[in-house]
């Protein structure tokens, strides 16, 4: 597993893209709206084969960032480490006592399959897991 990205929460996408492009000296280099998770994400690079960063920006009223920002605010919202198989890694980590979401992958941005574990069996932190698809 490596760390390939951090999700940070953002209730306006635009405004939050122009302070990481001060903050980080460059631009979003890819918006992509993920529908069955209600989101629009940004993502920046954060330097040489740095962990990315996601920005998740709630896509219509309703979904899982949405509910994040009413209840907590914008902020860090979850951590997504690669894996090169992710089916094998879901049954590993179920039969190691993770509470997986899921029961399959699901579609993520960036050209991945994503699962996630809840938080409160990974220590309060909300975990993804993701694979890259085969291009
Ligand atoms: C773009 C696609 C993909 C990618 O390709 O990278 C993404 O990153 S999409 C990101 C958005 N999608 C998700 O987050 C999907 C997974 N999340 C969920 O299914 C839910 O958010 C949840 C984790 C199951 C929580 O939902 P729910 O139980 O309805 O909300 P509650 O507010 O009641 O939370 C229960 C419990 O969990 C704590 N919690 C919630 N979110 C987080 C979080 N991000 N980090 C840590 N803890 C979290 C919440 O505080 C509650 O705890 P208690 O208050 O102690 O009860
Ligand atoms: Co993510």
Redesign the pocket.
């Given at each position: 597993m490596r760390l390939e990205?951090i999700?940070i929460?953002v209730a306006d996408l635009t405004q939050s893209e122009a302070l990481l492009q001060r903050l980080l000296g460059r631009g979003s280099y890819k918006r992509?709206t993920?529908a069955e998770?209600s989101?629009t994400?940004s993502f920046f690079t954060a330097g040489d084969g740095a962990a990315k960063l996601?920005l998740?920006a709630p896509e219509g009223h309703a979904?899982?960032?949405q509910?994040?920002l009413d209840?907590?605010g914008p902020g860090i919202?979850?951590l997504?480490f690669e894996v090169d198989d992710i089916v094998a890694e879901m049954q590993r980590l179920r039969e190691d006592g993770f509470e997986l979401?899921q029961d399959q992958p699901s579609e993520?941005?960036?050209n991945?399959l994503?699962c996630?574990l809840?938080?409160?069996s990974t220590g309060?932190?909300?975990v993804?897991i993701?694979q890259s698809r085969p291009t």
């Open positions: 990205h999700g929460a992509e993920v998770q989101v994400t996601e998740v979904g899982p960032v509910k994040y209840k907590r919202h979850h997504a979401l993520g941005a960036d991945k994503v996630f809840h938080p409160k309060g932190v909300l993804e993701c």
